[in-house]
């Protein structure tokens, strides 16, 4: 078991306080401190999670020699800036996603995590719960046969307002980035598990969107992808047009059914995936996790990892995290965004 990691939480938002929650759930994280831009933010906060320290700013926070690791969970703009000064505060760092709004501000903050020696972790919390791990070993079972389709969807239902930050460029408003980002992360992951690795990247990726021109940014948008193994995928998000959360993986001899891939055990609740076979005959796996949030498990990972020495966590890598802002940045190009 690894050794309780200290954190820092930088910035007091509700993912914040929702990474916060399940940090204490975790088996190895402990929370030392908190920075927010008003102090009486970060008061609060530390009030509400047992008494932290509480940083009247963020550079506060990174100056604490007592945080091991900081969570950075600010508007996307702000990702790369604030990574990049953790690094060079000698922080590890778990950012929430995207790690960035570009390919190229992503290579720079790399770049600063390699040259200060510090772990660096893109926040994709779904990919180390037990139901992520359990579609993986269906897949690599061959229980659907050969893998040759991925369909997935993250899709939401809002009223457009250009103020709200899902359409707001100034704080990075894109759905390709909010929610995009995950169909293709888990698109990536099981086409790399069905050649036993932890992701794949696509021989060919094309994306488009809806452009909103009084915004700047998208409101839905759909790609397509073909993998090595003839492994096509399917993918779409969007936050003004009433379609699902889902992904559907579809082999030779049959499909698996994933009803809530993104955000599973949120609430403490069971998950179920469901397994259809060609030949006829169905199987629902019920997913328990119970006492343990989703967030802790990304934690826990993150502690793990640096118990054995090492700067990356093996199911978020470098690597994968530079080929999903390569895709993102091709599927933003399709859809008309761009950002300065």
């Known amino acids: ?24 759930q975790s088996q190895t994280g402990r929370l030392v401190a908190v920075g927010a831009r008003r102090l009486a933010d970060a008061q609060k906060f530390a009030a509400d999670f047992g008494g932290a320290k509480a940083h009247g700013s963020y ?39 995207p790690l960035t709004l570009s ?4 290579e720079r903050v790399i ?26 070993e ?13 369909r997935a969807s993250f899709n939401v239902m809002m009223d457009f307002n250009p103020e709200h930050r899902m359409f707001n460029k100034a704080l990075g408003g894109s759905t390709i980035l909010d929610l995009g980002c995950y169909p293709v992360t888990y698109a990536r992951h099981i086409a790399g598990a069905v050649a036993g690795k932890d992701f794949a990247e696509p021989l060919e990726f094309h994306g488009t969107g809806r452009f909103r021109a009084e915004v700047g940014t998208d409101d839905y948008a ?9 492994i096509l995928a399917e993918l779409s998000c969007g936050a003004t047009v009433r379609n699902d959360q889902s992904v559907h993986i579809h082999g030779t001899a049959g499909w698996i059914e994933v009803p809530n891939p993104f955000v599973p055990g949120l609430l403490g609740q069971e998950e179920k995936i469901n397994v259809h076979r060609r030949s006829g005959g169905s199987e629902t796996l019920v997913i328990r996790s119970p006492g343990v949030g989703l967030y802790a498990y990304e ?3 993150v502690a793990e990892a640096l118990s054995r020495g090492e700067r990356e966590v093996p199911l978020a890598t470098w690597a994968d995290t530079l080929g999903t802002a390569r895709m993102l940045d091709a599927w933003l190009a399709g859809a008309g965004v761009t950002y300065d």
């Open 222 to 230: 759909s790609a397509v992808a073909q993998f090595p193994g003839d």
């Open 59 to 97: 550079e506060a926070l990174l100056a604490d020699p007592e945080v091991e690791a900081v969570y950075i969970g600010t508007p996307h703009p702000w990702h790369a800036e604030w990574a990049i000064k953790a690094a060079a505060a000698g922080k590890h760092i778990l950012c929430e996603k």
């Open 111 to 136: 770049a600063a995590a390699r040259h200060h020696r510090v772990l660096l972790m893109e926040a994709y919390m779904y990919r180390f719960h037990p139901q992520t791990k359990r579609v993986v």
């Open 1 to 24: 078991m690894a050794k309780k990691l200290n954190w820092g939480i930088l910035t007091t938002g509700w993912i914040a306080r929702k990474f916060t929650t399940d940090l204490l």
């Open 103 to 106: 390919l190229a501000d992503t």
């Open 299 to 301: 934690a826990d990972a």
């Open 138 to 150: 269906l897949v690599r079972s061959g229980i659907i046969g050969e893998v040759r389709l991925i």
